[in-house]
């Protein structure tokens, strides 16, 4: 007759599944698991999770107790549910009495309650009653134990136990089976083996015997676990049915030989076999036993184990012995095993009938592999743990018996790790091993898949490869390592370290690993994040990141990277369980800011590929906040997709794509609004401008400082010697905006250069001290408005004589625009500390004449028309036609270095008008007179100005007095023609109208119609010079025009043009010799002399020039010469020989109208008689 059982592949989850053929029934099997001697493997991860509700059980049901004592109760829990993807399951456990404990006779308590299990697996918690110390005899207490729903699972109870108070012990505690078992069968020992004096006895198997069944000789008998039992523990239908799956299974009601309880094999009365096993043992339906012709068989066992004889068989009485083939077999472990000779179906070790030799651990304990309590299963556990976890010899955790000697000191190295906690098989670093046939070698075969690693692998590829380097030599009868697989190389040497090398699980395809070839007896540093490849725990960043693809971008902590932790990517729940899983996993941590809700790689916030092992081609992110716009908060809306592995990428790589600098671009939204954006105005001059605002962030422009660099956070901090005080999207006292407490709106309105630079006079007027005192320059817009170039239209032209057009700035500008930007250079938003133009001004030489141009460009005769649209597209340009025609600036040769203002024309000018009655002209009220920086014109002086005495200048038809061009009396310095005066009476003079003395040098007449702004279009430094002989009148004739037209201010009332034209044109036309230059000709020269002499003095002293006021337009005939063209000239005396006789006269009067002095000349040869009056009247 013939049993059939299970061949075991052992899984975390405890389940156990294969086949094999037949062998005898206590044949042994060791776990495919097995460290050293290891069997084929086969079987495959269930595919698909099936939830069933879970099995809760209670043993016994009925027990006695003694008041003051306590009973316990074993509550069984199994884990129903199928395949490896249900994972394990934590069961809530609790219990119902009756009546409700505490009470006056019991208390009952359930621990622990909670037990976690994987899929098939069971486990066990203790119910205890105890029974008060006054508890009265008789009464009972009952309990059931519930396993509550969860979201998977049904609650289920358990049956009800009962617990009764006796009085005394009486045989509460003896075996209550039936007649056979009584105490006296547990003690029949002289029954068991030959007695002391017989043949055969043997003093050691006599006391091993007794051993075996007299409760351990010093012991006491205990029923507690058996008097209750209606079934064999080694009942078959605990197993998965395997050998006998045809008949239902084995050992079972209704199954193959029906059930088998403890009677079946075991008699309390005599019997000559240890263990109180029966000598003949019946099948308990009847049926005949496998390889026998009778339901009965009869059993020899009276030894655990023996010794081989030399030939077999062995000692006879031993549990087997397959050495030899026999056709029948009384020992204990083979009667009822069945092996047919096809050698196909049953147990084909130690079976009843044995046609070939398998020699399978004969005459050895077969119980220390298959144990009574699990129905005589191998298990793995039985030469060593499975796995190993003690550092202790043998099983059920400690390392192999015998020992190997593989480590020193004893150590079981990392089995607990990669099999109890991270749930490999045995076969990721056993594959290929032989057992069941022991080869008394270690032997190595690493592969890693979802067969060998069910719980975690999630790549549908295998790991086949690695290297492992074991000690040697082993102890006897151990050989050593040895290669188990093809892909696994195997050395050996000396050390104890026991290493891997090469595997995928210790990061062969990784990067930066700092111990990838990880010691079997390390411990935990073996394994620790940044060994296998490069990085430092799972929630930090790193300093040596993983080097592939752009994790140092990403993860390092150095400089430019932004030192993201691993988790940010990789946000796995239990990272250190689905680390090594054979393929690229990741999972965006969506609920960090930097990373963003709707991120994802590869299509998916989190996922990983089936179909490749790890690495995997890389993919591109979509939706990262990291690789957006920067806008802030729900409003971002531009994101790129970088590839893993693409090219490194520039600012412009995330946010300003659409220019080189990586500026953000996008759309301003307004002040206020997460999508403000001013950026555009803050850094035309490219990336140098970033660290101005984000020191914190980046300080060259092209590397960052990635910690604050994606932190969905506008990370803001002065910088690059930059100052300011910042409130979100507000900053206050900017140095580049002038300090001061000058505050900006960041994504508000364009900032004109007013915002910063202008204040209306109740605001403070005009501040020029930026030199001197370093503060900011503030001007006037009420003055602006009113005298300066911002004067609009609609005030009309501006107040004096001969007024002129407004230059209405802000309507040539347009709207929208700065009017400021006509003259002042808006390109830069930096200009707190211009060094090389400190006004801002713009066409610096444009016209050759050096920062002035900067006026002239308008106002210079040549020019046109002006735009400065190369930076602000105004509407509408310049028509310089209109406006007043300026070519030179005041430095002439009488200015030295030490008092050198006046060549800039803002020395004297204030284009923004200062002041809003006067002074007219746009004259500054201080104007400078010393320029402590004579290449930009910056003046001196606590204020800017090196004059404490303010220019009043209102009527520009006044020659001298109160608002006129100069002083004669009172405050002299209050002149415009006096201010800058020094008195000199030694070269180079200055005599007249100075800043503290004035004469009466041409007081009716105002200064400029001698000292002309611009005598001639050219332009130089000769502004007020003095405009030689036409710079009072005119001095020569021109085509076309009466004589003076060129000056306006001679006096109609004293007709003094008359009849100068036709009286020089006659004089040059008899002395053809003689040239007149007006710029040239002086005085007293030659060429006056014969034109102008002929009627007027030439005696130097008489003209104005030279300080003959009192001579001014005298006519003396040539001082008395009385000849035309000069000294050598024709005399128009009537006798020249006789001068004095009769001389001409002139009979006018200067300034007096001829209606009343008429103005001719008697006695002169060139009319001979009287002349006609000079000017009609």
Excluded at 76 to 104: H, R, W
Excluded at 664 to 687: I, Q, R, W
Aim: hydrophobic share 30%; proline share 5%.
């Amino acid at each position: 007759m013939a049993y059939k059982i299970m061949r075991h592949i052992y899984k975390k989850s405890s389940r156990f599944t294969g086949k094999m053929g037949s062998v005898p029934i206590f044949a042994i099997f060791i776990f495919a698991c097995a460290v050293l001697i290891m069997g084929p493997a086969v079987g495959q991860a269930d595919a698909v999770c099936t939830r069933v509700n879970p099995t809760v059980s209670i043993f016994p049901s009925v027990q006695n107790v003694l008041a003051g004592n306590a009973v316990t109760y074993t509550v069984s829990v199994i884990n129903n549910d199928s395949g490896d993807t249900c994972g394990s399951t934590t069961f809530t456990l609790s219990k119902t009495d009756a009546p409700v404990t505490p009470n006056a006779n019991f208390t009952a308590a359930l621990s622990p309650l909670s037990i976690t299990l994987n899929v098939g697996a069971s486990g066990k918690v203790t119910l205890t009653h105890t029974a008060a110390a006054g508890a009265s005899i008789g009464a009972t207490q009952q309990s059931y134990v519930t396993s509550a729903a969860d979201a998977n699972h049904a609650a289920v109870n358990s049956s009800t136990v009962t617990t009764t108070v006796i009085a005394t012990s009486g045989d509460g505690y003896l075996l209550k089976r039936g007649k056979e078992e009584t105490c006296h069968g547990c003690h029949k020992t002289n029954k068991n083996m030959p007695s002391p004096g017989e043949t055969g006895y043997v003093q050691a198997n006599w006391d091993n015997a007794i051993k075996t069944h007299s409760a351990e000789i010093l012991g006491t008998c205990s029923n507690t676990t058996y008097k209750t039992r209606t079934a064999c523990s080694a009942n078959g239908g605990t197993w998965t049915p395997g050998k006998w799956n045809a008949s239902g299974g084995w050992g079972i009601a209704g199954g193959r030989y029906g059930e088998f309880v403890c009677t079946t094999c075991h008699t309390g009365h005599s019997t000559t076999n240890i263990y109180l096993i029966k000598e003949t043992i019946t099948t308990p339906d009847g049926s005949n036993f496998g390889g026998s012709v009778t339901s009965s068989v009869t059993v020899n066992f009276r030894v655990k184990s023996g010794t081989p004889a030399v030939p077999g068989p062995q000692t006879a009485g031993i549990m087997g012995d397959d050495s030899v083939t026999h056709a029948a077999s009384a020992f204990i472990c083979e009667v009822c095993h069945t092996f047919d000779g096809a050698q196909t179906t049953g147990v084909n070790k130690h079976a009843y009938t044995m046609t070939s030799i398998t020699s399978h651990y004969n005459g050895q304990e077969c119980n220390t592999c298959h144990s009574h309590s699990g129905g005589f299963k191998a298990s793995c556990n039985s030469c060593h743990g499975n796995p190993p976890i003690s550092a202790v010899i043998g099983g059920p955790s400690g390392l192999a018996t015998p020992a190997t000697g593989a480590t020193s000191p004893l150590s079981p190295g990392a089995h607990n790790t990669h099999v109890t906690t991270r749930g490999m098989t045995c076969n990721v670093c056993h594959t290929g091993n032989t057992m069941p046939t022991v080869s008394n070698t270690i032997q190595m075969g690493f592969v890693t898949n979802s067969t060998t690693y069910p719980t975690v692998w999630s790549s549908s590829t295998s790991a086949t490869t690695g290297a492992f380097d074991g000690h040697t030599p082993l102890n006897a009868p151990y050989t050593g390592f040895v290669s188990s697989s093809i892909g696994t190389n195997v050395t050996t040497s000396g050390s104890y370290a026991n290493t891997c090398s090469t595997l995928y699980c210790h990061g062969s395809t990784l990067t930066a690993g700092t111990l990838t070839s990880p010691s079997w007896v390390g411990g935990s540093s073996q394994a620790a994040c940044g060994t296998c490849h490069g990085g430092a725990g799972y929630t930090v960043a790193a300093t040596t990141p993983p080097t592939t693809g752009k994790h140092i971008t990403h993860a390092a902590t150095t400089t430019g990277n932004l030192g993201l932790a691993c988790n940010k990517c990789h946000n796995s729940p239990s990272p250190s369980m689905t680390h090594v899983n054979g393929v690229v996993s990741w999972s965006l941590d969506t609920a960090d800011s930097r990373i963003g809700a709707s991120a994802t790689y590869n299509g998916a916030a989190s996922g990983g590929s089936t179909t490749q092992l790890a690495p995997t081609p890389y993919e591109s992110c979509a939706t990262l906040y990291c690789h957006s716009n920067g806008k802030v908060g729900t409003s971002v809306g531009a994101y790129t997709t970088p590839v893993w592995d693409g090219a490194d990428i520039g600012c412009n790589g995330c946010h300003g794509t659409l220019n080189t600098a990586g500026t953000p671009d996008y759309a301003n939204e307004g002040a206020g609004t997460v999508g403000a954006n001013s950026h555009s105005k803050h850094t035309v001059a490219g990336t140098s401008t970033c660290v101005y605002c984000h020191t914190n962030t980046t300080t060259t422009g092209t590397t960052i400082t990635g910690t604050v660099h994606i932190d969905n956070t506008r990370n803001v901090l002065e910088g690059g010697g930059k100052s300011f005080t910042y409130t979100p999207q507000t900053c206050t006292n900017i140095s580049c905006h002038g300090g001061f407490g000058t505050a900006a709106t960041w994504g508000g309105a364009a900032l004109t250069c007013t915002s910063c630079h202008g204040r209306t006079t109740a605001g403070g007027g005009d501040l020029d001290d930026f030199a001197a005192g370093g503060n900011m320059a503030k001007v006037d817009t009420d003055e602006w408005a009113a005298l300066g170039h911002g004067r609009p239209n609609a005030s009309g032209n501006y107040p004096g004589t001969n007024p002129n057009p407004p230059a209405n700035f802000a309507g040539l500008a347009g709207s929208g625009q700065d009017p400021c930007l006509w003259c002042h250079d808006g390109i830069s938003a930096d200009h707190g500390n211009y060094t090389t133009n400190p006004y801002r001004l713009r066409n610096n030489n444009a016209l050759g004449n050096g920062w002035n141009d900067a006026c002239l460009y308008c106002h210079d005769t040549n020019q046109t028309t002006a735009s400065y649209k190369a930076v602000a597209t105004f509407t509408t340009g310049i028509n310089l036609a209109n406006v007043k025609k300026i070519d030179k600036w005041h430095y002439g040769s009488n200015h030295s270095a030490t008092r050198n203002g006046g060549q800039f024309c803002w020395d004297c000018h204030d284009p923004h008008g200062d002041g809003t009655t006067g002074p007219i002209k746009m004259i500054q009220k201080y104007p400078t007179k010393t320029n402590t920086n004579a290449t930009y014109g910056v003046p001196s002086g606590a204020n800017d100005i090196d004059e404490a005495v303010a220019i009043v200048f209102t009527n520009n038809n006044l020659a001298t007095g109160a608002n006129g061009f100069a002083m004669t009396a009172g405050t002299f310095r209050q002149g415009i023609c006096n201010a800058c005066h020094t008195y000199s009476a030694s070269a180079p003079t200055v005599t007249y109208y100075t800043s503290t003395s004035s004469t009466s040098h041409n007081s009716g007449t105002v200064c400029t119609q001698c000292h002309k702004h611009s005598a001639d279009t050219t332009n130089n430094n000769e502004a007020f010079k003095g405009g030689g002989c036409n710079g009072c009148h005119d001095y020569d004739t021109r085509v076309g025009f009466n004589w003076g037209d060129g000056f306006s201010n001679i006096s109609a009332v004293g007709e003094g043009k008359g009849a100068h034209k036709k009286h020089i044109d006659h004089l040059k036309a008899r002395y053809p010799s003689v040239t007149l230059n007006p710029n040239t000709d002086t005085f007293n020269g030659t060429a006056p002399a014969a034109i102008c002499g002929t009627c007027h003095t030439i005696q130097v002293g008489d003209h104005s020039t030279n300080g003959g006021a009192g001579t001014v337009r005298s006519i003396n005939f040539g001082n008395a010469t009385y000849k035309e063209g000069g000294s050598t000239g024709f005399s128009f005396l009537f006798d020249p020989s006789a001068p004095g006789t009769n001389p001409p006269v002139y009979n006018g009067a200067s300034g007096t109208s001829s209606s009343v002095n008429p103005k001719s000349c008697s006695v002169v040869g060139c009319h001979f008689t009287k002349s006609p009056v000079w000017q009609a009247y």
